[in-house]
């Protein structure tokens, strides 16, 4: 019996030797582990042997039962490891250089640095304020204190309609509707597209837009402006902007500056862009007209402001480097597919 | 406008200061700088040197060899300039000396060395005058250096014209000069006039403002016996550095005193113009003015007459045949003051600025122009003593402005400054500046000084910017405000126009555009699109550019042209305004829309609405949580599509149109693409409710699909069958289109019905009998299952 055990032994290995694929292996565990397997026909053999026999002959097959299914396992397992391995080897390596699809969309820039300027004011308590683009007299020169006789409303500079109403020149135009929205205290900025009636060039455009924003309150100063100016302007550029103040003449607001930063090209070195002053104009602002707090319905007596305006085309040619102001409205997906980000 | 830091110091001293650094506050507290220019600064070595001998070139008629004497020794000179002669002293470079910047070494001209050079104005740099040698007076100091002599050096800057419109005080150089005292804390000089008083006995001239709604004042001085001709050369530099031409001593004298104290002056030949009338004409006329151009002088133009016959445009341009000439020894002095807005106008209409109009634009102070007669006489008596003045100071002054008087309180200041500013530096600054100023007890009392009280200075707050200015904005501490902050939402406008562009750009790859409010007529015809009828500017850059749009579309079908070679497929949008005629007010009905454009070359036309379909309801869903809705209608505008454009519907209101194009159109903008378009009206959009959120519990248990494949009969939609299944049971919970083909002219549609249960897991008995009674219901009305 011994015998015959050693014996199934040998020929399994034999034949495990031989079986070098998952099916051969299963034929094999069928021929030995199987219902009908020699091992398992050994198994029922030993219901006829003594109890002494059945002890020690039921050990070693036991024994040789646990060594082939070790010995098979072992032999499936490096199987598929082998079959995995010719599976990898055989694999296409993807040419991960190729070029690929997946273009996104665009914003405009003007959207994009629009929308940078509001979050950094809505953080700082600023409403914004949407307003029509096509305006009357009052709303965009009378109610801002602009003069009858004043230059901005000849025909030259604004576009006028056969009815009477024009196209705004300047956001400021909204200034009177919102002081009388909100009253005082207000925060608000309010961007928009706005016109003048000139020949367009590399440099100048009939359309484009600002960012106007005012702020009123009791004890509004000329300190606080700075403050504030210095502030954003540094969010804007993600960088801390210097700033200075000269006095500059606006009807909507006295006094009235011209505010500069130092040069972002060469840091206030002095180079081309700045003219060599280290300095480049970048908005018009100052302490609110008591005239235009009068027209909006708030006592200049009790209250004062400020009131800023930032060229928002401007912003995005300096920061993008646009040298041509004509791009942006020119619907040249060329030159505004680029702007992918916010 | 041009000044000259050597004029200033006619009138306030400067020394040992460090003019850059004064030139730099300038800006920062009166107006902006915008150059700094050294002048003479170029010049070495160049001396009154006496030409002794001058011999002809043996081989050229236009050389000469001089000997020249440039005080230290004699040098020889080759010389071209025409007007050499013995005798002559001219401005003269020693050999190693430098002229305009240039290096002048021993140079063989035509054979002959030359060690030095003689001198033209234009060559020194300051004229233009290039005719020929500087001639120097018999009584120059040989070998003296000519900066020495003349004013050379100097340091000119020019200011930001634009930065002076408020000012009108500043349009002469004895203003800046005011503001430099002011700056520096030093004293300024009174400007030195000659009394008139003395000729009160004399005649007065005939002046008639006739028109006393535009003349203000009107000064006139006659004077007699001018012997001399030429300015003095220090007067002609400051002429020439400050962007002026010498012309004639009168000529010289009325620009010089314009240039020092603003008031524009103008000298009539007294031959030619001896009484005045200020006044408009009723017709329109021709008129010549000096620069010899003929122009059109109309009915609203205020112009200067002498015996009823016009003679100069009044504050813009003499007339040319009252021109003051070379031989004029007797003339009539004007110093006048007009209507500021008149003379703009005028000069706009006549296409003629000048400098007097310049300073005329910016309301002048009308109390300057008996001064400006005295220092005149002034100038005039220190060049040509013999000069007589033979009238009255004749003044006919019929405007004044209202003298300005302001008083304000310590706590104003404070309050407008946000930092602590000493009422003697306050009191300091305003004096400096002319004004008249007290305080006691905190409370200031300001008198404006008539140059700033034209339209300058008027209110209390226009006294805090003098206090600041001079104070330096550098030297404000700064600080926030003490307001308290509340939180702000955005307004649903603001959060639907950035939710929409969000929506196309990231999850259909569309590219925002900018256009103009206007319809481009060109565009739209090369397009085929007829032109609409709209509100029109009156003052358009071109006539093509007139009417405004009444949409989106025709400005993005452009946009959509002009870039066919940017993609095989691409979409493009715009948020913009347009303009929907008249309301009943009389006021443009502005609206605020989103247009949206699609091009394929890929795509069919039909698959590409269907996208544009899916954008738009994906709008609806992603903004507003709202099923928008669509109804075929007709075209509102030619270039739709008559069968295929469509309504966008929401919540009971219309929102706007989508639409593919009239095949000719379509045609017109690429032959091989499909393209379509759309258009929201964004202010409805954003006032749409919110659709709002019920949160459904989802089923634990897997669901059942049924697929049924439909045949449709003519002229069915979709929209016709749904209620075959509306209203079928709580199992079933979705309807949607799987496959949609025509086959043999038949509209076949295959739908997915999709049923679960919170309960249990379906099975298709369970489902059956619902899925039959939707089948028997497509029966009925004609529709039929595919085999």
């Known amino acids: ?342 | 406008m041009l000044i000259s830091m050597n004029w200033i110091s006619d009138f306030v001293d400067l020394s040992g200061l460090d003019l850059p650094a004064l030139i730099q506050r300038f800006t920062l507290s009166t107006a902006e700088v915008e150059e700094v220019m050294e002048m003479g600064r170029d010049l070495r070595d160049v001396v009154a040197g006496k030409i002794l001998s001058v011999e002809n070139h043996p081989d050229s008629k236009k050389l000469h060899l001089l000997k020249v004497d440039g005080g230290d020794k004699i040098y020889d000179v080759v010389c071209g300039a025409p007007n050499v002669r013995e005798g002559l002293i001219v401005p003269f470079v020693k050999e190693g000396g430098m002229v305009a910047g240039q290096e002048i070494s021993c140079a063989k001209i035509a054979g002959y060395e030359s060690h030095g050079m003689c001198c033209s104005e234009h060559e020194l740099g300051i004229s233009a005058d290039h005719s020929g040698l500087m001639e120097l007076p018999e009584d120059s100091p040989i070998g003296k250096d000519i900066t020495e002599i003349y004013a050379i050096k100097d340091t000119v800057f020019e200011v930001d014209n634009k930065s002076l419109t408020n000012r009108p005080d500043l349009w002469g150089h004895y203003g800046i000069a005011r503001e430099f005292a002011a700056l520096t804390g030093r004293e300024l000089r009174p400007l030195e006039t000659v009394s008139l008083e003395a000729f009160d006995q004399l005649d007065p001239i005939a002046i008639d403002v006739q028109d006393q709604e535009l003349c203000f004042r009107y000064t006139g001085l006659k004077v007699r016996n001018i012997t001399k001709n030429v300015s003095p050369v220090n007067m002609r530099i400051r002429l020439f550095y400050c962007g002026s031409r010498a012309i004639n001593l009168l000529a010289d004298l009325t620009n010089y005193l314009m240039l020092e104290m603003g008031q524009p002056m103008h000298a009539f030949d007294c031959a030619k113009v001896d009484r005045i009338e200020v006044k408009r004409f009723p017709e329109a006329f021709s008129f010549t003015t000096l620069d010899g151009v003929e122009r059109k002088v109309d009915e609203n133009t205020l112009m200067i007459c002498s015996g009823g016959k016009p003679v100069a445009v009044a504050g813009i341009m003499g007339g040319l045949d009252s021109e003051i000439e070379g031989d004029t020894d007797s003339l009539l002095l004007e110093s006048a003051n007009f209507d500021a807005a008149s003379v703009r106008k005028s000069s706009t209409r006549l296409g003629l600025r000048t400098d007097a109009s310049m300073r005329y634009e910016k309301t002048l102070d009308p109390e300057m122009t008996v001064p400006a007669i005295g220092r005149f006489m002034k100038l005039l008596l220190d060049v040509d003593p013999e000069a007589q003045v033979i009238s009255r100071l004749t003044d006919v002054y019929v405007k004044h402005y209202p003298e300005v008087e302001l008083t304000f309180d310590k706590a104003y200041v404070d309050r407008y400054t946000g930092i602590e500013i000493e009422n003697s530096r306050i009191l300091d600054t305003l004096r400096s500046l002319g004004f008249g100023a007290d305080c006691s007890a905190d409370r200031f009392t300001v008198k404006v000084p008539s140059w700033r009280a034209t339209k300058d200075v008027t209110i209390k707050a226009d006294i805090i910017e003098e206090i600041t200015r001079v104070y330096g904005y550098d030297n404000f501490a700064v600080s926030t405000t003490l307001s308290p902050l509340y939180p702000q939402k955005k307004s649903p406008q603001n959060k639907t126009d950035n939710f929409v562009k969000d929506i196309l750009v990231q999850s259909y790859q569309l590219h925002e555009v900018h256009s103009y409010i206007w319809a481009d007529a060109k565009k739209a015809k090369s397009l085929g699109l007829e032109p609409e009828e709209n509100v029109r500017l009156i003052n358009a850059q071109t006539p093509d550019h007139e009417v405004l749009r009444r949409s989106m579309g025709p400005t993005l079908l452009a946009v959509l042209q002009e870039n066919r070679s940017f993609a095989a497929e691409f979409g493009v949008f715009e948020i913009g305004r347009v303009c929907e005629g008249l309301l009943p007010d009389g006021l443009c009905s502005e609206r605020k829309k989103l247009g949206i454009a699609l091009y394929s070359r890929v795509k069919t036309e039909k698959e590409l609405y269907f996208q544009l379909i899916e954008m738009v309801k994906a709008l609806g869903r992603g903004v507003k949580r709202q099923e928008f809705q669509l109804a075929n209608a007709s075209a509102a505008y030619g270039w739709q599509h008559p069968r295929n454009t469509a309504v966008i519907m929401a919540a009971g209101r219309t929102l706007g149109w989508l639409c593919a194009l009239k095949p000719s159109v379509a045609k017109n903008i690429d032959k091989k693409a499909a393209v379509v378009c759309a258009q929201l009206d964004m202010d409805e959009f954003a006032l749409l409710p919110d659709g709002g959120l019920t949160y459904q519990e989802p089923s634990r248990f897997p669901g059942i699909d049924i697929d049924l494949s439909l045949l449709l009969p003519e002229g069915m939609r979709f929209a016709d069958m749904e209620s075959a299944w509306v209203g079928m049971g709580d199992s079933l919970k979705d309807v949607s289109l799987i496959d949609s083909f025509i086959q043999n002219g038949q509209k076949s549609l295959t739908l997915r019905f999709a049923f679960s249960s919170n309960e249990k897991t379906l099975s298709k008995e369970e489902v059956q009998p619902v899925v039959d009674g939707v089948v028997e219901k497509l029966a009925k009305a004609g529709v039929a299952l595919r085999g």
């Open chain 1, 1 to 342: 019996m011994k015998e015959t055990i050693d014996g199934l032994r040998e020929s399994f290995e034999q034949e495990l030797s031989k079986a070098v694929s998952s099916e051969a292996v299963e034929k094999l565990r069928v021929a030995y582990l199987g219902k009908k397997g020699s091992v398992t026909e050994l198994l029922k053999g030993l219901k006829n042997a003594s109890a002494d026999q059945k002890k020690e002959l039921g050990q070693h097959i036991n024994q040789l039962k646990k060594q082939v299914e070790e010995k098979l396992l072992h032999q499936i397992e490096a199987i598929q490891a082998a079959e995995e391995q010719r599976a990898i080897d055989g694999a296409e390596q993807y040419d991960v250089t190729l070029p690929a699809g997946g273009d996104p969309g665009s914003y405009h820039p003007i959207t994009i640095v629009q929308r940078q300027l509001e979050e950094i004011f809505t953080s700082m308590g600023f409403t914004v304020e949407d307003y029509p683009e096509i305006v009357t007299d009052y709303e965009c020169f009378e109610a801002v204190n602009v003069p009858k006789d004043h230059p901005a409303r000849d025909m030259q500079d604004t576009y006028y309609l056969e009815n009477g109403q024009l196209l705004k020149t300047q956001t400021s135009a909204a200034q009177n509707a919102i002081l009388r929205k909100y009253g005082a205290p207000c925060r608000s900025i309010f961007p928009g597209r706005c016109f003048r009636n000139e020949a367009t060039d590399a440099s100048h455009e009939n359309t484009f837009f600002q960012m106007e924003g005012i702020m009123v309150d009791k004890d509004i100063s000329i300190s606080n402006l700075i403050y504030f100016m210095k502030t954003m302007l540094s969010e804007v550029f993600e960088r801390d902007v210097k700033v200075r103040l000269r006095p500059g003449f606006f009807p909507f607001v006295e006094p009235g500056f011209e505010l500069d930063i130092n040069c972002l090209i060469c840091g206030g070195e002095g180079c081309s862009t700045c003219h060599h002053s280290g300095w480049v104009e970048l908005c018009p602002c100052g302490m609110i007209h008591p005239n235009v707090l009068k027209m909006g319905g708030v006592d200049p007596e009790k209250y004062t402001g400020f009131a800023f305006g930032l060229g928002l085309t401007r912003l995005v040619m300096m920061k993008y480097g646009v040298k041509d102001i004509r791009d942006l409205n020119s619907g040249n997906l060329k030159a505004l597919s680029q702007f992918r980000h916010e």
